[in-house]
C-alpha cells in the first residue's frame, strides 16, 4: 500500500497533480495562492505564485498593475514618485506638480535647485539680473517692474548720484539746490566744515558756512566791526546803511549816550552817527 501524497490544507491527493513545496508541507496550486498569495493593491485580487509580483512600501501589485494612475503607462522598469498615495510616472507628476521656468518655460524637475519669488519659479541657473546677466544666487537683488538686479546693477541704473563726486547714493544723502549730495560731501567751500543740518548760505552756487561767508564776503558792521550776515542770527541779519557804511541794528546807536537810532533821525559826525539832542548839545 502506498503512501498517502496529500495537500497540507485542503487534504485532496496531489497524485497526478501540480503541487508547491513549503517548509510546512506540499500544497495544491488554489490552497498555495489562498494561503500565501498578496492581494494586489490596485485589483484587490490575489497574485498567482505563476504572476510576476511587484511592490513599493508595504503595497504589492500585479506586474500590470503597477501603473501610473493618470497616464496608465506601466512602472515596472521606470521612474515613478508616489504623490498622496497615487503612483505617478515622472512626466505626469511633473506636469501636475512642478513649475515651469519663468525664464527659459522648461519644468522646474523635483530635487532640481530653484528659485521661487513673487509666486514665480525659475531654474536656479535661470534667475539672472538683468544688468549683468549673471546669476543672481543667494544674493541679494531689487526687483523692478518685472526686472530683477543686483545691488550694484541697481545702484548704478536707478540711484541717485551726488552732486558734487557723482557716486551713487545708496543711503541718506540731503538736498541741497534740488540735488542730492552725500552728506559728507556737502561742506563749506571755505573751512570744509560739514553744513547737513546746519545753517549755511551760498555765492555763486557755492555753499559756505556763516561764518566763512561773513569772513569772506560779508559787509562789517561800522560799529562792532562783525560780518553783517543778512538772515542768520537773531537780530544781525537786520542792518542800516548809511553812505558806504553800514551797522547791525542793535549797534546803530548815538556815540554819546547809547539811544538807539533805528527809525531815528541822527546826525553823522565823522565815523560816528549822533541823536539830535546829543548833535545839538555840541562837543
Not at 12 to 33: A, H, M
Not at 121 to 135: I, M
Amino acid at each position: 500500500m502506498s503512501e498517502s501524497f496529500d495537500c497540507a490544507k485542503c487534504s485532496e491527493s496531489l497524485y497526478g497533480r501540480k503541487y508547491i513545496q513549503t517548509d510546512s508541507g506540499p500544497y495544491c496550486v488554489p490552497c498555495y495562492d489562498n494561503t500565501f498569495a498578496n492581494t494586489c493593491a490596485e485589483c484587490q485580487q490575489l497574485i498567482g505564485h505563476d504572476s510576476r509580483e511587484l511592490f513599493y512600501e508595504d503595497r504589492h501589485f500585479h506586474e500590470g498593475c503597477f501603473r501610473c494612475c493618470r497616464c496608465q503607462r506601466s512602472l515596472a522598469d521606470e521612474p515613478f514618485t508616489c504623490q498622496d498615495s497615487e503612483l505617478l510616472c515622472n512626466d505626469c507628476y511633473c506636469s501636475a506638480f512642478s513649475s515651469q521656468c519663468s525664464a527659459c518655460g522648461e519644468t522646474v524637475m523635483p530635487g532640481s535647485r530653484k528659485l521661487e519669488y513673487g509666486g514665480q519659479t525659475w531654474h536656479e541657473h535661470c534667475f539672472l539680473c538683468s544688468g549683468c546677466e549673471q546669476p543672481l544666487g543667494s544674493r541679494s537683488f531689487v526687483p523692478d517692474k518685472g526686472a530683477h538686479y543686483c545691488v550694484p546693477c541697481y545702484e548704478n541704473k536707478f540711484a541717485p548720484r551726488c552732486a558734487r563726486c557723482s557716486k551713487t547714493l545708496t543711503q541718506g544723502g540731503v538736498t541741497y539746490r534740488d540735488q542730492p549730495w552725500h552728506r559728507e560731501c556737502l561742506v563749506c567751500t571755505g573751512c570744509q566744515t560739514p553744513l547737513a543740518g546746519q545753517q549755511f548760505t551760498s555765492r555763486d552756487e557755492d555753499p559756505y558756512c556763516v561764518a566763512c561767508f561773513g569772513e569772506l564776503f560779508a559787509p562789517k558792521c561800522s560799529s562792532c566791526k562783525h560780518p553783517i550776515v543778512v538772515g542768520c542770527g537773531i537780530g544781525r541779519g537786520k542792518y542800516v546803511s548809511f553812505e558806504d557804511r553800514h551797522w547791525h541794528h542793535n549797534c546803530f546807536s548815538c556815540a554819546r549816550c547809547s539811544t538807539s537810532l533805528v527809525g531815528q533821525g541822527f546826525v553823522p559826525d565823522g565815523d560816528q552817527v549822533l541823536c539830535q539832542g546829543c548833535s545839538q548839545a555840541g562837543p
